[in-house]
């Protein structure tokens, strides 16, 4: 009903992100789809500087040592 071009959509959109982190490992894993085009690849490399930057995998560490 909404449309394929729908915003809402894009949210699910894998190319969009490009892949999503491994938790529960040592260091910044991303994963990203078999099929990805240029454009989820740019976009995983977007996101890793991003969960890199963040300190995800240490802020993880940190609230398990807790």
Avoid: C, Q, W
Wanted: proline letters at 3%; zero cysteines.
């Amino acid at each position: 009903m909404k449309g394929i071009g729908n915003d809402y959509f894009e949210m699910f959109n894998f190319e969009n992100f490009g892949g999503t982190p491994v938790l529960g490992i040592n260091a910044p894993l991303i994963i990203g789809h078999g099929i990805s085009t240029e454009k989820a690849i740019k976009s995983m490399l977007l996101h890793t500087s991003e969960v890199v930057g963040a300190g995800l995998v240490n802020n993880i560490k940190e609230e398990l040592d807790r």
